[in-house]
Nanobody, 125 residues
Framework: VQLQASGGGSVQAGDSLRLSCAAS????????MGWFRQVPGKEREFVAA????????YYADSVKGRFTMSRDNAKNTVNLLMNRLKPEDTAVYYC???????????????????WGQGTQVTVSS
């Protein structure tokens, strides 16, 4: 599976952005998809995830209520709609894919097998 993230940019606090991640390969549906973010000098941080079957979503507390993750299995894409952005949301955002990820591991980056190249999101105050 190859992943291509897009949609990053520079915005003002309070604005919205939508990130997209396109996946190659015919077997997209079974994969759990996740978004992580990282700032220089810090560990990669879980943002959101969506299961392949059923489409259940999971969010970090820091983004719950502001970010919405969705997937379109027909188009092999996932999206992350980010509303009410804050300066602390500034990071490089990565999409990731993994199979058979149990819920208790869904926020762990080690659970994911494939990673996209990252897209920069910068939020200024």
């Amino acid at each position: 599976v190859q992943l291509q993230a897009s949609g990053g940019g520079s915005v003002q606090a309070g604005d919205s952005l939508r990130l997209s991640c396109a996946a190659s390969g015919p077997t997209f549906r079974p994969y759990t998809m996740g978004w992580f973010r990282q700032v220089p000098g810090k560990e990669r941080e879980f943002v959101a995830a969506i299961k392949g079957s059923g489409g259940s979503t999971y969010y970090a507390d820091s983004v719950k209520g502001r970010f919405t993750m969705s997937r379109d299995n027909a188009k092999n894409t996932v999206n992350l709609l980010m509303n009410r952005l804050k300066p602390e949301d500034t990071a490089v955002y990565y999409c990731a894919a993994g199979r058979q990820i149990i819920v208790s591991s869904i926020s762990r980056d080690q659970a994911y097998d494939y990673w996209g190249q990252g897209t920069q999101v910068t939020v200024s105050s």
